[in-house]
């Protein structure tokens, strides 16, 4: 089956316009020694049935369901997902023509933002929400760039316990030689190092970037980091992988951030591998016209009647691209639909409840962890849904190990914390079941 939309009379007729003879002239600025002169070597094409039963072999491969004891975090996290998600995703009121700039033909789409963007103020406990960023690190990276263009200042300072592969974004982003990108380390409690970040705040700073809950899982109260970063007149941004842990601890708001970004792949979406993500962005008020990506307002119509428009857009395809704040920030509307159905369907005192239940069952795996002979919690600060273990055996050993068991237990640290050799990033959410748990336990003892 070919997926070529011309037929060849079109295609005739198309490089007769434009005067050409023959498609290969297209490339003619492509030399000769560079161009493939055979076809590609790929398999016989399949019919349909023939596909199908290919691919469902293939998925055979896949660790199924519920043989299973999964025990990852680390940035995407496995929580139920409520069955009225899916189906209210596909309702009609949601759908739109690839972004909602006609009002009139998009009132379900822009409702659906209004309220996503209410209910990321709430959670993050900021004034006033965009309608997504692609995802956490992404939306990490620009809130970056948007406190320095606040500050007018070139140096940002980031929290090494920040989340690895949201400072590697960070960093393929900033390209400018003229801005200095500084890491802030951590203390043997894995919490932020305040004398390192003292000696490193100087006045040229425009942002101090700090993770809440951190890489490790450690919560901590970041007030005292606001108030030193706004001394010296930096902005304070905070990055969360967790937002859930937002349900029981302080919001970047109340401790007095001035841009709080997050990951929301956690509220009704699936881990699917790594992807699509949810940026969570927020900020306060007086920031908001140097706020990226899209803004969703309340108005009236002529006739008085309630209706929802795009009130802010500083991306380039609206404003003039001087004047754009920029050009990564289209909002992610399904995924975002998806998190507000689920926050509505839990509801703030279902929020609460379901982080208590993860905090609870987390703190109680790490106590039973901390008696096991061979294994330590180097890491004595409150966490929440993960945590480290550090092991006498090699971690990517031990992991390979538990995989015979069918458990993946972790994430191996030294991936991205050479000190931190003999470290196991551990996760449990609702999602794992106290047969999981047992599980776990008992093949842990034996491998060790």
């Avoid at 498609?23 to 596909?51: T, V």
């Amino acid at each position: 089956m070919r997926y070529l939309p011309h037929t060849s009379t079109e295609i005739e007729q198309m490089l007769k316009v434009i005067g050409v003879s023959n498609i290969h002239d297209l490339f003619s600025s492509i030399p000769e020694s560079l161009r493939l002169k055979k076809d590609l070597d790929l398999p016989a094409p399949l019919s349909e049935l023939e596909l199908r039963n290919h691919l469902r072999e293939l998925s055979r491969k896949n660790a199924h369901g519920e043989d299973w004891s999964v025990f990852l975090g680390g940035g995407s996290y496995s929580h139920y997902i409520p069955s009225a998600v899916s189906q209210l995703l596909t309702r009609g009121e949601f759908l739109t023509a690839y972004t909602p700039y006609q009002p009139e033909i998009s009132q379900g789409t822009l409702q659906a933002i209004f309220e996503y963007q209410t209910m990321v103020c709430e959670i993050l406990g900021m004034e006033v929400s965009n309608a997504s960023h692609y995802d956490g690190s992404t939306g990490t990276t620009e809130a970056a760039l948007m406190a320095l263009s606040i500050s007018k200042r070139k140096k940002i300072l980031v929290s090494r316990n920040l989340h690895p592969e949201y400072r590697e974004t960070l960093k393929t982003y900033i390209q400018d030689p003229e801005i200095i990108l500084e890491e802030i380390g951590y203390t043997p409690e894995g919490t932020l190092d305040r004398s390192h970040l003292k000696s490193l705040l100087t006045e040229d700073v425009g942002c101090v970037l700090v993770a809440t809950p951190n890489f490790f899982g450690v919560m901590e109260d970041l007030s005292d980091i606001a108030e030193m970063t706004h001394q010296k007149g930096a902005l304070f941004v905070t990055s969360t992988t967790e937002p859930l842990a937002l349900g029981l601890f302080k919001s970047p708001g109340e401790m007095g951030a001035d841009i709080a970004v997050a990951e929301g792949q956690t509220f009704g979406n699936t881990m699917s591998f790594g992807g699509p993500g949810l940026g969570f962005f927020a900020t306060k008020n007086k920031y908001v016209r140097s706020m990226p990506g899209r803004l969703v307002g309340e108005t009236v119509d002529a006739q008085g009647n309630r209706g929802f428009v795009l009130t802010l857009a500083t991306r380039e395809q609206h404003i003039r691209r001087e004047k754009a704040s920029s050009n990564i920030c289209t909002n992610v509307a399904l995924c975002a639909l998806a998190a507000t159905i689920t926050m509505t369907l839990w509801g703030k005192i279902g929020y609460q409840e379901l982080a208590q239940i993860n905090f609870d069952r987390a703190t109680d795996l790490k106590e039973r962890f901390s008696k096991i002979p061979g294994i330590k919690i180097p890491f004595a600060g409150i966490t929440f849904n993960e945590f480290v273990i550090q092991t006498e055996r090699d971690p990517q050993k031990l992991v390979e190990a538990l995989l015979e068991h069918k458990i993946i237990a972790g994430i191996p640290l030294v991936r991205w914390y050479p000190e931190q050799k003999n470290g196991l990033l551990v996760c449990l959410t609702e999602m794992n079941t106290d047969e999981h748990v047992e599980k776990f336990l008992g093949a842990l003892k034996k491998v060790l």
